[in-house]
């Protein structure tokens, strides 16, 4: 097979041609200068942003016959061999497949042999994170102290899974993503000579999809391509990708804000049918929010949104905020989670999506003060009634007003006493006793949660209704303990017949303590006294 995929055939073989690293570059070109090298490197950054590559072109620096500038002639025998994976010198180990602790002995092993052709022995383990406990345990004196010419380098894309103590053997470097532009610039170079036309707009939407990543941009350019052949073009990358364009969330965004949900059930059930992933359009729509929730916060950044997008969000700030972008997004974000395990995605996005055009906007508490009008109020009285009341405290000197106030005040919590009183009079006894004893089942349920001493008295014991009172008989018994318990946790009882009843209930606790056998009535000690009796008399 002679075609090699994009990402192979145009991967950087100097320094120059790394794409978005600079900070790193950099630093490496300056210390190979000033011959200031490391015996351990760790590599750390997202998936296809170079960190291979970069190991693989260090690597060829360090041990090619003929530097010119501090960057490989690729020319010489021990660049062309690192080029294809077959230099004795550059070992490279996947830490996925060769994670074990004899693998990392059989490395210990071979540091102790020097280089065969080049200056120095290279170790490059990718995806380092993935060797076992013991595997980093074998390495950690080896990477610490090796020989003067070995170089370790570690890559790795969940830095956080390293061990500190490896961490704290090796140069860590940090890999960004790579900017959409950069990867735009890149796919644009490779398609000029591939002599491929292209719209600029189809290649951006590439790079926007790469998220950071050449390798996963050039993978998406590879299956264009072949779909496409001359024309790289953005209606065969929109329906290649299953991109929904912006227009779509638009109006679905709109619809929420004015809460059509008959206009936004049609809308979501189109997009279904006609074939978008679910977890495309989902992830689509949260990244569209996100951008409106940034720009609605201040972000305006030069072609962050497109001229549309920014001018439907100008119409919309004085109807949706920051804060209402972070609500929808919080609920759409809470979906995306749940959706790998529905059965039936579909209908869970369309009560998702009437869901959030109910939700209301958020309201600021200024505008709240703001449009507080006092002449307005429905209960005006009681406003101006609470300003007397406070003028009446201050005036001091005017004793009858307070007198006037403390009768009022009296005379309103007598009413309100009464109202209480009522509300209880009114309660249907009846109804409560011929339920009861599912009541009761729920109330020893709720103190078992609060305390299970006081329904482990309680359970078994005869429990009736008596008006308003519930009384609990104990029996007869000789456990003084129990009782005292229950009388000392009364109102925890109380409070936990009013969570089920809803109705506040007197509480009676009875027992009977048994009785003492009489002494002359037990056989047992008639005959011991009897018998001490006799020994006495004779």
Sequence with gaps: MDYKVLSRKYRPQNFDTIIGQPHIVNTLLNSITSNRLAHGYLFSGVRGVGKTTTARVLAKTLNCLDVQENQPCNKCQNCINVTESRSLDVIELDGASNRGIDEIREIKETVKYPPISGKYKIYIIDEVHMLTKEAFNALLKTLEEPPSNVVFILATTD????????????????????????????????????????EEL???????????????????????????????????????????????????????????QNSLIIKVKDVIDTGYSIENFIGGFNTFLCNGMLYMSGYKKEEFLSESVEKWFNSKKDLINSTDFMRII??????????????????????????????????????????????????????????????????????NKVKDKIAEDKKSSSDNDKIRTQKESDLDFEDIKNRFNDYWQKILNLIDEKDKRISSSLYDQKVRLNNDTIEIDLGETDN????????????????????????????????????????????????????????KNS
């Design 159 to 198: 830095s956080h899974k390293v061990p500190e103590t490896i961490l704290s053997r090796t140069l860590r470097f940090d890999f960004k993503k790579i900017t959409n532009s950069n990867i735009s610039k890149h796919i644009i170079n490779i398609l000029e000579k591939e002599n491929i036309n292209y």
């Design 202 to 260: 189809a290649i951006n939407m590439i790079a926007k999809k790469a998220d950071g990543s050449v390798r996963d941009a050039l993978s998406v350019l590879d299956r264009i391509i072949s779909y496409s052949r001359d024309l790289i073009s953005y209606d065969i990358v929109k329906d290649s990708l299953g991109i929904i364009e912006d227009d779509v969330y638009i109006n679905l965004l709109n619809s929420i804000i004015e809460s059509d």
């Design 330 to 399: 919080e609920e759409v974000q809470k979906f995306e989670i749940d959706s790998k395990n529905l059965l039936q995605p579909d209908i869970a996005l369309e009560s998702l999506f009437v869901k959030l055009s109910i939700m209301g906007n958020t309201v600021q508490i200024s505008d709240i003060l703001s449009n507080f009008d006092t002449n307005n109020f429905e209960n005006k009285s009681i406003i101006e009634t609470n300003i007397e009341n406070k003028q009446t405290i201050d005036e001091s000197h005017d004793d």
């Design 480 to 535: 003084t303990y129990e009782q005292k318990m229950l009388d000392e946790n009364i109102d925890l009882i109380e409070n936990s017949i009013y969570q089920i009843i809803n109705h506040k209930l007197k509480i009676k606790i009875k027992s009977k303590m048994k009785e003492e056998e009489k002494e002359e009535n037990h056989p047992l000690l008639n005959e011991i006294k009897t018998k001490f009796t006799n020994t």
